[in-house]
């Protein structure tokens, strides 16, 4: 299934992905997103997080 992953070098913890998609991304105490609903992402918005990331962080994997 295709789900979000998210690179956590590159990730600088804005939290734009988990305010348009907080059923997938949850900001952890590590101020990285981490993907804890990849299985959700058939009915939200992921594409539009992978779009607002200001540093690319977010991509798809199959
Ligand atoms: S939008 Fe990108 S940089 Fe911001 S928290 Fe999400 S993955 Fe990290």
């Given at each position: 299934m295709k789900s979000p992953v998210v690179d956590y070098e590159a990730?600088?913890?804005?939290g734009s992905c988990v305010e348009i998609c907080p059923e997938v991304f949850e900001l952890k105490n590590d101020d990285k997103a981490w993907v804890t609903g990849s299985g959700k992402c058939d009915s939200c918005n992921c594409q539009e997080a992978i779009d607002i990331c200001p540093v690319q962080a977010i991509s798809w994997s199959e």
């Open positions: 990730c600088i913890g804005c």
